[in-house]
């Protein structure tokens, strides 16, 4: 396999297992990683948390009490091969949340052990669909910064696109033309097309941090779970046809 191949570029990507490895570590890359897991996840555990909690002072707190866990090593000795980073940090959540509702002497939501996947069949509380949603949006979020740090055209036309899904490339065109961005309407269909395979690459590797080791069948598992193949399926086309050769 060529090492210029988008599956090997796949294995080479930095999981966030190895991310928070070095966030307990003694390096000087700690500081670094334990920034790097605030920006990855602490928008969407706040979100999540302020959903179950309905309450901004118990947010605050459980958001607090979640990242020390994050930094401290609670995760330190969780084998990536058990589950998915996103299992371990969605469960940890309902933890912190069920030890609240003990002190605050309501009834207890009943959760496996954070360092065990969730078993088939288990009762979680109901927003967990929520955590999804804002996982993914996370995702989202941090492709689209990604996308407009990279190419700033690719991710204005892809906006645009977004923005206004009805509008026909002619007038799509027109209006980036407008904003000073001269460009005929197959100009903007070739930069439209580009901009649609970087963003999903972009997505593809942020996806793939989350699972180690990041194969293209774990990858696409995740995907799937997160209702974002569809995003990401010409990268994923490619993988397969590298595969075959």
């Known amino acids: 396999m060529n090492d210029s191949s988008p599956q090997s570029h796949i294995s080479r990507i930095s999981t966030m297992w190895s991310v928070l490895r070095a966030a307990h570590g003694d390096g000087s890359q700690k500081q670094a990683a334990q920034a790097l897991l605030v920006e990855c996840y602490g928008p969407a555990v706040r979100r999540y948390l302020k959903t179950l909690t309905r309450n901004e002072h118990t947010t605050d707190e459980l958001w607090q009490r979640f990242m020390l866990k ?20 969605k469960v940890t959540l309902f933890h912190l949340v069920s030890e609240e509702f003990k002190h605050q002497r309501k009834n207890p939501v009943h959760l496996p052990d954070h360092n065990e996947p969730a078993p088939a069949g288990t009762t979680l509380p109901p927003d967990e669909e929520r955590f999804e949603q804002y996982w993914r949006q996370q995702l989202l979020d941090r492709t689209w910064d990604a996308l407009q740090d990279a190419q700033p055209r690719y991710y204005a036309v892809l906006k645009l696109r977004t923005s206004h899904p009805d509008e026909s490339i002619e007038a799509l065109s027109e209006m980036m033309s407008a904003e000073g961005d001269a460009m005929t309407s ?16 972009l997505l593809l590797d942020e996806v793939a941090r989350s699972v180690d080791p990041p194969t293209p069948e774990r990858v696409e598992s995740e995907l799937a779970d997160l209702g974002l193949l569809a995003y990401c399926r010409p990268v994923l086309a490619a993988l397969d046809h590298t595969e075959r050769e």
């Open 70 to 89: 994050l930094m401290s090593g609670a995760f330190r000795n969780v084998a990536p091969e058990k589950g998915r980073f996103r299992s371990y940090v």
């Open 186 to 201: 197959t100009a903007f269909r070739k930069v439209l097309s580009r901009a649609r395979e970087r963003f999903a690459g």
